[in-house]
């Protein structure tokens, strides 16, 4: 199962259930809880300072966030946050400066007069005098309030009774009991030391002693923290209707199963198939990204075929949309960014389309997961056998636009390495951690997470392996700085140039077509030379033999330690494709999941740790057995999710899930990422020959890398949608978020109006194909207006050049000659001509705007009711239903011209709430 493989996967590892081999005997009986063995103030018994005093301050709040654990401390006291540096905390305590704890005045320690009086106390009562706190802390404290830091103990697991809980009525409550089991066989109860919370409040509560109530129907977890060991408690409470709901055809897909057996728990009856136009809109755009064509959907609504839906999905699974729109979403796990990628290589704004280009190739030839992370993770720059100067050569031809698959036929993709984000071994280990094991450690960083198996230790021991590993722009391996200097020489003729000056000329000759230096990843190990000589070179005055250590560094999890007298990537990989690893697998699965959902089995899904447990823990753990089993397939990934009825669900509630947002009942419908959005509205407006070619060719698809994006340069329509800005690899970078300024960019934005009225578009097809002629204007005049106002400018800038000195003219001309062109081929875009700039120069009150010249109509080919059919194929993927037929006729018959009808239904269809979310 999941979480046990997570708990596994820890050196000390904690099970939430116990297991046949390491349960104690059965005559074993824990120790009855604190709370009973130091009731009375006459107890001998000598509490533990890691097993009792630690996690005691943790319930009473000391150690947390708004008191000593804080970053600050509070009245010149700190304790670690949630007490999980046991040597610090001791040491803070016993400060003689401090007072907390004096074990000659035992009374008088301020750990037992502050707590219980509220006046003295900044932070209020605590605990009453007499009760068996007060007697834990005061026995810890007259015993010589001892703590041996070289014999920290290890919890095996912590147990919970009852592992699972299910309600059935609201307001019942049921007493959660924790026994921890330690390395030395003995067996505590701890439900008064443990640390307590819920996942959801509406479903189940828990008070500060561990009894759990019920709430709303649904299921969640409850949260037990006690030491290192976190334990997640699912909670349930099952749906009831007034009347029996008829259950859907049953299906043998073991996802479906899964996904059954959750259901049946909570009551659910799912919600039956949903119809074929939902089922190819909503796989279409999910597995490619990608609008599906109105003849596509037309040719798949009256195919009879029982395998119909099946045939579909292989056939977008070998579309060029498949790898094109899984690259961006790989780029996003990945931190393909544009702006942390600046200077990466020499040549400007290569170094993103090529990560894009490499990654899209292998996702189209299907390689499998773990060899695409592999070519991550143990990237070279030069492949075998190849020198700098080739290296250098072949790089600086792969740079120019066009020539992207000459990077993606390289085997490394280094570039991952590169970004200005990613180069501490903090930023690493965090990135890292992202981008391949779905987990967020970056509280790790200061101090151990309340509710993750993570240490600072441990975020320290993992970043270590990332030190000495360099991809800086000027890196390159020592082998190579002879060459890359001679080339620096080359193009700069040899003069002293440095920073900017020195990139400028590299940018100016890659231009030109000269091979120019490229920079290298390498493994530095100069600071550990440097520590062996030094070492070396004290035993030899010294006349003693060598003192030195390999430093190490430690895999999540792992207790083997990692020299770093080597590039330790290899370790790295081989970590990651483990069977055991309890990530890896599952967390590109539950991206992938999530994609197709909107919702992960874990959400968020890139935060997989014990406390956020799987909605349906079964499903992801074979569903990720399956996954490593055949190889890491991604395409059998997406074929199996989407060949199962729990997606191919309809949107339709009943009474039973109309609530339920995460178990798969039924579909959810989200917006559309802005990538997707972005494009469906110029295949939905573009004509049919312009749609498919750009379907076929992917050129201009944002879904395709093909919008360029930069800090200066962003799309508006991308960003108000919420694309991944990549700042980081969080999946937060996303966001899918409604806003005001999506609604007015569908609305009223001018690339909306320009995409209607281009002479490429639908209303233009559908006018020729009405037998009309294209040219007539329609009902909106925006993109005159915008016309008009280039035309306006563009003369007052020809005026202001007639009156320039001849001198001024002769160095404005070229200038002039630039932006007139730029000007000429926006015109052109809006459909209207220009004249030449030297007739503009001679008479510029002369020019009056004038429509290009197309084609003229031909004889009708289609009925106007063939022409609504078609507005919404290609928008909704479905017909319009009678009501929506005749309103669409009638609206336009009564437009002032049939252009300007057609423009405003496609605008309408666009702007509907169908149009934009995935049903």
């Not at 609530?659 to 579909?667: G, I, S, Y």
């Not at 507005?871 to 909704?876: E, K």
Request: glycine share 4%; aromatic share 8%; with cysteine.
């Amino acid at each position: 199962m999941f979480v046990a493989g997570i708990v596994g996967w820890q050196a000390n590892a904690q099970a939430a259930e116990p297991s046949a081999d390491s349960a104690p005997p059965a005559a074993s009986q824990p120790l009855p809880p604190l709370s009973e063995r130091l009731a009375h103030a006459d107890t001998k018994e000598v509490p533990d300072f890691q097993r009792h005093i630690t996690p005691l301050l943790g319930r009473l709040g000391c150690n947390g966030r708004a008191c000593h654990g804080s970053f600050q401390g509070r009245g010149d006291f700190q304790l670690s946050l949630f007490g999980y540096d046991f040597r610090a905390d001791h040491d803070a305590l016993l400060d003689p400066d401090t007072g907390r704890v004096d074990p000659d005045d035992v009374s008088e320690s301020l750990i037992l007069a502050k707590p219980t009086d509220a006046d003295i106390h900044e932070g209020g009562k605590r605990l009453d005098r007499g009760s068996w706190q007060y007697h834990t802390l005061r026995n810890w404290i007259a015993a010589g309030a001892n703590f041996d830091p070289k014999n920290v103990q290890t919890i095996e697991r912590l147990e919970i009774q009852p592992a699972e809980i299910q309600f059935r009525d609201l307001e019942e409550t049921v007493q959660i009991q924790a026994i921890a089991h330690w390395a030395d066989g003995t067996q505590e109860i701890v439900t008064d030391l443990c640390r307590f919370t819920t996942n959801d409040e509406a479903i189940a509560t828990i008070t500060d002693d561990g009894r759990v109530g019920s709430g709303e129907t649904g299921d969640t977890h409850v949260v037990v923290a006690y030491d290192r060991a976190v334990v997640p408690v699912p909670v349930t409470r099952k749906v009831e209707v007034n009347e029996p709901i008829p259950s859907p055809p049953k299906s043998d897909h073991f996802v479906d199963e899964l996904v059954q057996q959750k259901l049946a728990k909570l009551g659910i009856t799912p919600s039956g198939l949903c119809s074929d136009s939902d089922f190819i809109r909503r796989a279409s755009l999910d597995i490619t990204g990608t609008l599906p064509a109105a003849a596509d959907v037309r040719s798949f609504l009256a195919d009879k075929r029982a395998d119909k839906r099946e045939k579909l999905i292989n056939e977008l699974l070998d579309s060029p949309g498949y790898s094109a729109w899984w690259a961006t979403r790989f780029a996003d796990w990945t931190g393909n960014s544009d702006v942390q990628l600046n200077n990466a290589l020499p040549i400007r704004g290569s170094a993103s389309r090529l990560w894009y280009e490499w990654l899209r190739v292998r996702l189209d030839d299907n390689v499998p997961y773990d060899e695409i992370v592999e070519g991550i993770v143990l990237a070279d720059n030069r492949e075998n056998d190849e020198s700098y100067l080739d290296y250098c050569e072949a790089m600086t031809a792969a740079c120019k636009p066009g020539n992207e698959s000459m990077f993606a036929d390289r085997s490394g993709m280094p570039l991952y390495w590169a970004r200005r984000n990613f180069q501490k071994p903090e930023e690493r280990a965090i990135g890292f951690a992202y981008s391949f094991l779905g987990v967020r450690i970056e509280c790790a960083q200061c101090h151990k997470h309340p509710f993750d198996q993570w240490s600072k230790d441990d975020f320290d021991q993992f970043a270590k392996l990332f030190q000495s590993i360099e991809a800086r722009p000027n890196t390159v391996a020592r082998d190579s700085r002879e060459d890359r200097d001679e080339l620096i020489a080359k193009i700069t003729g040899e003069k002293k140039l440095r920073n900017g000056d020195l990139r400028r000329k590299i940018y100016q000759a890659a231009r030109d077509g000269e091979t120019v230096p490229f920079p290298e990843l390498v493994f530095n190990d100069n600071a550990l030379q440097n520590q062996r000589r030094r070492a070396k070179a004290q035993a030899k005055k010294n006349k003693r033999p060598i003192q030195f250590k390999v430093p190490t560094g430690l895999v999540l999890g792992q207790s083997s330690a990692i020299p770093l007298d080597h590039d330790p990537r290899s370790e790295l990989m081989a970590w990651l494709r483990d069977d055991a690893n309890p990530y890896f697998a599952p967390a590109i699965v539950n991206r992938v999941w999530a994609n197709y959902f909107g919702v992960g089995i874990i959400n968020p899904t890139d935060d997989m740790n014990l406390a956020n447990a799987p909605s349906n823990e079964a499903l992801l753990s074979e569903l990720s057995a399956r996954f490593i089993e055949n190889d890491f397939d991604l395409k059998w990934l997406s074929r199996t999710i989407t060949t199962s009825h729990a997606y191919q669900r309809s949107m339709e509630v009943n009474e039973s899930n109309q609530h339920d947002k995460r178990n798969f009942a039924r579909h959810v419908p989200r917006r559309l990422p802005a990538e997707v959005i972005h494009d469906a509205v110029r295949l939905a407006t573009q004509s049919s020959n312009v749609a498919d070619r750009m379907r076929d060719e992917l050129q201009d698809m944002a879904i395709a890398n093909g919008v360029a994006q930069n800090r200066n340069n962003r799309s508006f329509a991308l960003q108000v949608f919420g694309q991944s800005e990549r700042e980081s690899n969080c999946d937060c970078d996303r966001s899918d978020s409604p806003s005001l300024l999506q609604s007015i960019y569908l609305r009223n934005d001018f690339e909306m109006y320009r995409n209607l009225e281009t002479k490429d578009g639908w209303v233009a097809q559908s006018m020729r194909s009405l037998g009309l002629d294209p040219n007539v204007a329609g009902g909106d005049t925006q993109i005159e207006k915008r016309a008009e106002q280039f035309r306006n400018q563009t003369v007052a800038k020809i005026k202001r050049f007639s009156k320039q000195s001849p001198k001024q003219k002769r160095n404005n001309r070229e200038r002039l000659q630039t932006e007139y062109e730029r000007v000429v081929q926006k015109l052109n875009q809006y459909g209207f001509d220009a004249p030449k700039l030297k007739d503009l120069l001679e008479a510029p009150d002369n020019w009056e705007l004038q429509r290009l010249e197309q084609d003229q109509p031909s004889e009708s080919s289609l009925t106007m009711e063939q022409i609504v059919d078609d507005a919404y194929l290609r928008t909704l993927s479905r017909y319009p239903d009678q009501d929506e037929q005749a309103t669409s006729l009638q609206f336009i018959a009564e437009s002032a011209t049939p252009k300007a009808g057609l423009e405003s239904l496609m605008w309408a269809l666009v702007n509907t709430k169908e149009f934009i979310i995935t049903h």
